[in-house]
């Protein structure tokens, strides 16, 4: 029954990954061919690229996961890893330029965003690279699937953001005229650098010689998934800041608020119970789904409305609720409040607080996303 089980979730995620590969296919044919038509190819070319680095990243997890239960990589397994290693690197270097050269004027975040990370990647690949006698164990492989699992969504997210706001800028004319000199673009690209970077990282053949090389590979995943988590806490306030200008710091205080009341009211322990696989999953699947959608309502009305010489109150309400949701479910997805060993005390109440605000925010930006696209598509020129 409970390899049933197991064999139902696969083929449903299985099935779930074929449909958004499908789809994404589908739409870069779609647009691809317009803009071949159009004699605009290099532009054509990016977009590839991006589906191409999209599609490789998510492939090199799909097969990480198939192998994680052998247990002992053989050499062609090590050399499919490292293949698709390679070609989401390149492609993701290929694409950032082509965006690059596609959106003009020379920006130097654009441009040098890759080579640190680069280097960090060096140093894991130098401490991580497996041998026959290379140790495991069930604490090391444990975090680095969290941290993949976290480099999935951070994939997805950051990318679907980048589209839009490179997309965008050849349907705004504001944005056009900006040129490449733009920060909201600075911080997307360095977003889906990182979590390409820590897909790589995490679903690279990893092993470890001595508890020393043990601790630095899991430090460098560490700081990679943080990294990404900041970075994209940066792009929503990017975002959110054209709407609501300085008041965008305002949306950070219902997390700040919750971790604050959460830590006064219990201090952590000093040897913390780990979370339950399960409670883990369940916590954090709606958090995923919430920053994964307010993400992409964030950047389409980012996309669609810059340039507005006065945003009305439902846009400046739409982006400030977007805003606090997508901060709140980043924060759950980086490391849940919530812990085994203190959640039967007075911290529980504030727990759950945590975990259904970004649902509750999510849910009052819904009617708002829609009375602002109504108002937009009103505009004559929009529809």
């Not at 940066?234 to 710091?249: D, I, K, M, R």
């Not at 954090?284 to 994964?292: D, K």
């Not at 975990?355 to 009052?364: A, D, G, R, S």
Request: contains cysteine.
């Amino acid at each position: 029954m409970q390899m049933t089980k197991k064999t139902l979730k696969r083929v449903i995620s299985l099935a779930e990954t074929f449909i958004a590969i499908a789809t994404g296919i589908l739409a870069a044919a779609f647009s691809s061919g317009k803009d071949v038509h159009l004699h605009r190819h290099v532009l054509a070319a990016g977009g590839c690229f991006l589906v191409a680095t999209y599609l490789s990243a998510l492939l090199l997890i799909y097969t990480k996961l198939f192998l994680s239960d052998c247990r002992r990589l053989h050499g062609w397994h090590v050399w499919s890893l490292q293949l698709l290693c390679v070609i989401s690197g390149a492609s993701l270097v290929a694409t950032n330029s082509l965006l690059l050269v596609l959106i003009g004027e020379g920006n130097g975040l654009l441009s040098l965003n890759l080579l640190p990370v680069q280097g960090i990647i060096g140093v894991l690949a130098y401490h991580a690279t497996p041998t026959e006698d290379s140790a495991r164990d069930e604490a090391f492989e444990a975090q680095v699937k969290s941290a993949r699992k976290v480099a999935l969504f951070a994939a997805a997210t950051a990318f679907a953001v980048q589209t839009t706001l490179v997309f965008g800028s050849f349907s705004n004319a504001t944005l056009q005229a900006m040129g490449g000199r733009r920060l909201d673009l600075s911080v997307s690209f360095l977003a889906s650098a990182l979590s390409v970077f820590l897909v790589v990282a995490t679903c690279m053949p990893l092993g470890f010689r001595n508890q020393g090389a043990r601790d630095k590979v899991l430090s460098i995943v560490r700081y990679l998934k943080h990294g990404v988590m900041a970075v994209l806490a940066v792009t929503a306030v990017t975002l959110g800041q054209e709407f609501l200008g300085g008041a965008a710091a305002l949306a950070l205080f219902p997390e700040i608020t919750v971790a604050a009341m959460y830590y006064a009211v219990n201090l952590p322990a000093d040897e913390p119970a780990a979370l339950d696989a399960a409670d883990r999953k369940m916590e954090v699947l709606p958090t995923v789904v919430v920053a994964t959608f307010g993400f992409g309502m964030l950047g389409a009305a980012y996309a669609a409305l810059f340039g507005t010489p006065e945003y009305d109150v439902y846009a400046k309400a739409l982006a400030f609720t977007l805003l606090t949701a997508v901060v709140s479910s980043l924060g759950r997805v980086a490391g849940p409040l919530c812990d085994a060993g203190r959640d039967k005390s007075s911290a529980a109440w504030v727990a759950f607080l945590s975990n259904i605000l970004p649902i509750v925010e999510m849910l009052v930006a819904v009617p708002l996303a829609a009375k602002v696209m109504v108002d937009f598509l009103a505009v004559p020129g929009n529809g």
